[in-house]
């Protein structure tokens, strides 16, 4: 029974952060440089163990499994280019990133 509790709270949480990242990149639609964000899940181990034919089809479940986020991704496709009248601004068509340093360690940014 503990199972089904820890199950349905995964699902809600994974629920939550898909829906989080969704909000954040309708809300930065229109915002300059805004790059959108994924979310990558994955399953329980022990179903994706299954389909594999070569494991025995009573391989015994030891967890609740459910689905988790995998990663966050960031997606750097290339947006729009618009030219302003600042001298200071910059900008990037193609692959790459600018290198800045914030005194102690290198950071990338477009």
Excluded: C
């Excluded at 947006?79 to 990037?92: F, R, V």
């Excluded at 068509?93 to 914030?102: H, I, K, P, S, Y």
């Amino acid at each position: 029974m503990i199972d089904g509790i820890y199950l349905s709270t995964a699902g809600g949480l994974v629920q939550e952060a898909k829906h989080s990242v969704i909000a954040d990149n309708v809300a930065n639609a229109n915002t300059p440089g805004f790059k959108k964000q994924h979310l990558m899940f994955e399953t329980r181990l022990a179903e994706a163990m299954m389909r594999d034919r070569s494991l025995p089809a009573d391989l015994p479940l030891t967890s609740a499994g459910g689905t988790w986020i995998a990663e966050s991704v960031t997606d750097f496709t290339q947006g729009t280019l618009s030219a302003t009248d600042n001298p200071l601004d910059m900008a990037i068509q193609g692959e790459g990133f600018f290198t800045v340093t914030d005194g102690r360690e290198k950071l990338y940014t477009r």
